[in-house]
């Protein structure tokens, strides 16, 4: 298979093989899905070919993303990605509590739905700060 890139497909692909490989593999442990790793290895091997030498480095005879990629703001759009996905799974949660609701979904139940805009709009206004957990 064959597939045609300009260098900033070829970059942009490059961060979502990253954030794909991150989602599936940053909290396996040992047990990694070692087929995402190799294709994200196969991936940014590429990059010394296309003028990105400074996207990867080397450990033996391995290839992977280098600090300078890592830290040139893939982590903070996975955790901007993570922030909004915490807030959002936390609101409904919150709200399926409050209205002792597990089965609807929230576009049928539109006191679900408010309930659930209540809390985003709290944790939009204040994060976590005014949250309390009880025993």
Sequence with gaps: MNIELTEKEFRRLLDLVYVGNWVLNSTRGE??????????????????????????????????????????????????????????ILAEELARRDLENSETIPEDDPELAARIESYLDEFERNGIDNLIVEN
């Design 31 to 88: 047990d990694r899905f070692e087929d995402y790793d190799l294709l994200q290895e196969k991936m940014f091997s590429l990059c010394a070919q296309h003028g990105m030498h400074a996207l990867v480095s080397r450990w033996y005879g391995h290839v992977f993303p280098s600090q300078a990629y890592e830290f040139g703001g893939i982590h903070e759009a996975i955790a901007d990605y993570e922030d909004a996905v915490f807030f959002d």
